[in-house]
């Protein structure tokens, strides 16, 4: 992303945007993956780029490129018991800061942040820090993930294990 985001919408915006980061991160740290999936669009993307932030995900392999039904097959390997590379089920925590939202010409929010999500599973642990993009739409009131790209900062080195970011 590049430019200077020009925010509209003052505090109530800005408090309104950022609770709802902090409810999506809640959601993931807690294990509540169907109430997580609830906060996407029919049409959503969710995308780790691989190598760089502006990498063409059609040109280079990605950590991750899913519409809502791979993000509903990724919560369903999540869920079973036993399953290997989830077993035992992870532990994440999400730190969500430095919030920028800004409207778009499309009447949706484009919000950008900086996480970092702390993940440990069988006595490893591993930090992930980057900045996530949401393009989020209201849909009966309420907002949705119209698009999620995560941009981590070592998207370029062999990952351990990549949490749910």
Do not use: C
């Not at 003052?10 to 809640?26: H, K, M, T």
């Not at 399953?83 to 532990?91: A, F, K």
């Not at 996480?115 to 490893?124: D, H, I, K, T």
């Not at 642990?125 to 790209?149: F, M, N, P, S, V």
Request: charged share 20%; net charge neutral.
């Amino acid at each position: 992303m590049t430019g200077v985001l020009r925010t509209l919408g003052g505090p109530a915006l800005q408090y309104d945007v950022e609770q709802f980061l902090y409810r999506e991160a809640w959601l993931v740290d807690s294990r509540q993956y169907d109430e997580w999936l609830a906060l996407f669009t029919v049409d959503a993307l969710y995308w780790v780029p691989n190598g760089s932030a502006d990498s063409d995900p059609k040109e280079r392999g990605q950590l991750a490129y899913e519409n809502l039904s791979g993000l509903e097959h990724r919560v369903y390997r999540l869920k079973l018991p036993g399953i290997g590379p989830q077993s035992p089920p992870p532990s994440y925590r999400h730190l969500v800061g430095n919030v920028i939202p800004a409207w778009t010409g499309d009447n949706e929010l484009l919000v950008i942040s900086s996480q970092v999500v702390s993940f440990a599973r069988q006595g490893r642990e591993a930090q992930y820090a980057g900045t996530w993009e949401h393009l989020l739409t209201q849909i009966d009131g309420r907002w949705r993930i119209r698009r999620k790209k995560v941009s981590l900062i070592n998207n370029d080195q062999a990952l351990w294990q990549l949490p749910v970011l």
